[in-house]
């Protein structure tokens, strides 16, 4: 990727946002190069590259003005001697607090290096928690930072890759920006592992060489299927990042000539209707794999996702995931939360489950503030933000996604803080559980509770998600049983 020049960045922001005035965005361009004149990255290039580098992401992920703005001055209060005053001034109130969210905090007084991370990830989650776009800049900044990693010394290099895999990318995953998830992964992979990155490289490729006339076959039968139906489509064929096969095959302790990995393509529409008509033409034409189709659209992911996946298997008995989904969903898929911020114009209109998982993030972000110790916040916002979730209902049907390993307690305290509080047992398909049982997908969980009945200290020991952990702290705390 080159980095975007002036004109560049603002004729490419000009195509999805036309009627908007561009004029901050040339300032803020020159304003940065000027502030950072003298700087230069590890890289020897001159430091004005990172901040452009770090825009042009943001105008990729078709970001709005003041984001962009933010993009090119994130690293001038920390590193040069333009003062909050001076920015406010000369850019106004919302770029400056956009550029506050990314800019560490000064003069840490912590001893250990992971409390000195954890406040900074906290603060960086208090003014996300205020403007979600905060963390898009961060995640911008991130990316450039780790496709400049080679240039660092090896411990710093460790460090900061470690930091990038156990949080970042989960963090990319969360907010549903798949892309960019991937790219950070492969990029820590290919620096903390490089031999396994090496060598899975050059397997990968020699099987997608082998497969790609299956594949190109199977496409063209999926075509002559899906082509006397009058549905809208296109098929798109799906690549998989290093890093997630390598998971898998950590997972499971397979070598790579061992991982089931099946051939992958997607199929997009224009609307949900359309999903389920071309998933029934899918079906009719190829034998689906039992217990193989998953109803995303109806219950989307917690990090927006939505998607039908089935397999099917293909004329020459080849497995093939499908994943069926509009172009809505497509560009969710890809971008996540960034997707909010395009510019609408009248075919999109308002997602409200966007809004809605918006709340929820904030929600989360909040219950993370409560969380006191820096070892307990960062414990809380690793399991919060792995990958794996399992989703539960409540005895009326309703569903509640949860972390793997949550168990009836976290399920109550998502259900409503008092029922968390006056929790006393649980039921999981009609049969009494421990309160730390490890609850599954599917299950119907029903709580008891108790009317007087208060949290047990205990309870800290087993549950899993920061909701629970912080309501349980904060009725300890006030009652003066825990410090
Ligand atoms: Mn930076």
């Known amino acids: 990727m080159t980095p975007l ?232 064929s799906r690549t998989k990042s290093l890093y997630s096969i390598y998971g898998k095959m950590q997972r499971q302790n397979k070598p790579f000539e061992e991982i089931q990995d099946g051939l992958g393509v997607r199929i997009i529409t224009d609307t949900i209707s359309n999903c389920y008509a071309l998933l029934g033409i899918v079906h009719t034409q190829f034998k689906p794999v039992a217990g193989s189709f998953t109803d995303y659209i109806s219950i989307p992911k917690m990090n927006l996702y939505q998607s039908l996946h089935t397999t099917v298997m293909g004329p020459g008995g080849e497995l093939v995931e499908i994943q069926i989904r509009t172009d809505e969903m497509h560009r969710t898929a890809e971008y996540g939360i960034a997707a909010h911020w395009r510019y609408k114009t009248a075919e999109h209109a308002k997602d409200a489950h966007l809004e809605e998982k918006l709340n929820w993030l904030r929600q989360w972000i909040e219950w993370l503030q409560d969380l006191k110790s820096p070892r307990e916040f960062l414990d809380s916002l690793k399991t919060d933000l792995e990958l794996n979730q399992v989703f539960v209902f409540t005895p009326a049907g309703e569903v509640k996604p949860l972390p793997a390993g949550a168990t009836p307690l976290d399920f109550a305290f998502a259900v409503h803080t008092d029922i968390g509080y006056s929790c006393v047992g649980a039921q999981v398909n009609n049969k009494m559980v421990r309160l730390d049982y490890q609850l599954k997908s599917g299950d ?40």
């Open 5 to 236: 020049g002036k004109e560049q960045l603002i004729t490419q922001f000009a195509a999805y946002a036309p009627h908007v005035d561009t004029a901050i965005l040339g300032k803020a361009y020159d304003f940065s190069v000027r502030a950072h004149a003298d700087q230069e990255r590890a890289s020897g290039e001159v430091y004005f590259v990172h901040c452009q580098s770090v825009a042009t992401s943001l105008v990729e992920w078709k970001m709005d003005l003041p984001t962009i703005c933010a993009g090119l001055l994130h690293d001038t209060l920390e590193d040069t001697p333009v003062t909050q005053e001076i920015m406010r001034a000369e850019f106004g109130e919302e770029i400056t607090r956009l550029v506050l969210g990314v800019t560490k905090l000064e003069r840490l007084e912590y001893s250990s290096r992971d409390d000195v991370q954890a406040e900074n990830w906290r603060k960086m989650l208090l003014a996300t928690a205020q403007d979600i776009r905060v963390i898009v800049i961060k995640l911008a900044d991130r990316l450039h930072n780790m496709r400049t990693l080679g240039y660092l010394p090896e411990e710093k290099r460790q460090r900061i890759a470690h930091e990038t895999i156990a949080l970042y990318a989960p963090l990319a995953h969360r907010l549903g920006m798949f892309q960019l998830k991937s790219q950070l992964e492969d990029l820590a992979f290919k620096h903390l592992w490089p031999k396994e990155f090496a060598d899975l490289e050059t397997k990968v490729n020699a099987m997608l060489a082998a497969r790609e006339a299956t594949l190109k076959e199977f496409k063209e039968s999926l075509e002559r299927a899906l082509a006397d139906s009058e549905f809208t489509h296109r098929i798109l």
């Open 444 to 483: 119907i969980c029903k709580i008891i509770t108790k009317r007087g009945s208060l949290p047990k200290k205990d309870w800290l020991m087993f549950v899993k998600t920061a909701r629970a952990r912080s309501k349980i702290r904060h009725y300890l705390r006030e009652k003066g049983i825990v410090a």
